[in-house]
């Protein structure tokens, strides 16, 4: 008796959690993720600044879409670029002894990156003679619900070095010594990598879900970790041939795609009485998968000289992750295959997850 209510209250768990994912996931896709990037030039006491960040922040935060349209217009961003000025200024600026440096604005321009499009300006600084460290502040959706979807890829030149920086969360100030050869060290390049590549997994509830709703059926464990080793190896070439442009796919296909994977796999898991393959098939979807990795990636221009270990360490730190949940995942679902009842809860379960990756594929196409 004691054994049959541990393993209702194992279902509730993992029901739980399923249904959590799926509502963080609707409130995420509410707002799209938030991107800006930061190119930061260091030329002795001249610093120069240029700054974008993705269309729809700018919307929102501005009021600058005169015709509702969802879109920005150069015209548009012309009419409101002194509301938008103020915005980024109040949000982004340089510190020289906890005095903010005045900066002078260039032009404002709508670009399009990649599949995303973005304003972006140029601020330009002029230093004191005496001045030995500088901190960049971002408080971008800082008292903001949306601070947790916000990040900021920084990239700084001094002397032709370049080192990476991400910006996103509570930790969003950078101190740079400028009188020194290199403005900051590029040892620390692999660490960001590795912390976006957890971080990015774990926001992407659609590639969480696709993991999780391969683990659901009852298989030997061989074939468990078969599952897992092929999702690695097909992401990881997609993720790097999708960095180097040698793959190029829009991101609605590659996201529409990524969320129909969630409903085939759901699909089967309703139909079959046993599944057979499920790591080729693993393999096929992590291709697709993997393109979706890049995306984020492909926002960044990451200097050659250490291309292979930021690409590395991201793949890395999404490992990290995927292992951590399989790990976790797994006694769960052992535990919940001795009940008689294991698998009427696999369907009602997938039914949740058909039903989820519907809904991405519709908002996907149509978005």
Same mark, same amino acid.
């Given at each position: 008796m004691l054994l049959s209510k541990n393993r209702k209250l194992a279902f509730v768990i993992i029901f739980f959690i399923v249904s959590s994912i799926l509502g963080v996931a609707r409130l995420v896709d509410a707002h799209a993720y938030s991107a800006s990037f930061g190119d930061l030039t260091i030329d002795g006491q001249n610093l120069t600044l240029t700054f974008s960040?993705?269309? $729809?922040?700018?919307?929102?935060?501005?009021?600058?879409?005169?015709?509702n349209d969802g879109r920005l217009t150069q015209v548009e961003v012309d009419s409101s670029q002194s509301s938008i000025t103020e915005w980024m200024s109040r949000n982004l600026y340089i510190e020289v002894g906890g005095n903010i440096q005045r900066a002078e604005v260039g032009t404002m321009t709508v670009e399009q990156r990649k599949d995303m499009q973005v304003v972006s300006v140029t601020f330009s600084y002029l230093l004191s003679e005496d001045t030995k460290e500088i901190t960049l502040i971002d408080k971008f959706y800082f008292d903001s619900k949306d601070k947790a979807t916000y990040t900021q890829f920084l990239k700084v030149e001094k002397n032709g070095e370049i080192s990476e920086h991400l910006l996103k969360g509570d930790d969003r100030s950078l101190t740079l010594d400028v009188t020194s050869e290199n403005a900051a060290s590029t040892s620390s390049s692999w660490i960001t990598f590795f912390v976006l590549g957890m971080e990015h997994i774990l926001t992407g509830y659609d590639h969480l879900l696709f993991l999780l709703v391969l683990l659901l059926f009852k298989q030997p464990f061989?074939?468990?970790?078969?599952?897992?080793?092929?999702?690695?190896?097909?992401?990881?070439?997609?993720?790097?041939?999708?960095?180097?442009?040698?793959?190029?796919?829009?991101?609605? $296909?590659?996201?529409?795609?990524?969320a129909l994977s969630i409903v085939y796999v759901a699909v089967e898991n309703i139909i079959r009485k046993e599944v057979k393959h499920r790591s080729l098939l693993t393999f096929v979807f992590g291709l697709i998968h993997g393109l979706g990795f890049a995306g984020l990636l492909s926002e960044m221009e990451i200097p050659k000289n250490h291309l292979v270990a930021s690409l590395l360490s991201f793949n890395v730190g999404i490992e990290v992750v995927q292992i951590a949940l399989v790990a976790l995942v797994l006694p769960i679902l052992h535990f919940m295959q001795k009940s008689k009842h294991y698998q009427k809860g696999i369907k009602v379960v997938s039914v949740l997850m058909v039903l989820v990756g519907l809904y991405w594929v519709i908002e996907r196409i149509l978005g």
């Open positions: 960040i993705d269309e $729809l922040s700018v919307i929102e935060s501005t009021g600058s879409d005169s015709n061989k074939d468990y970790v078969k599952i897992v080793t092929a999702f690695t190896i097909a992401h990881s070439i997609t993720l790097t041939l999708g960095y180097l442009d040698v793959i190029t796919l829009s991101s609605k $296909l590659v996201e529409s795609a990524i």
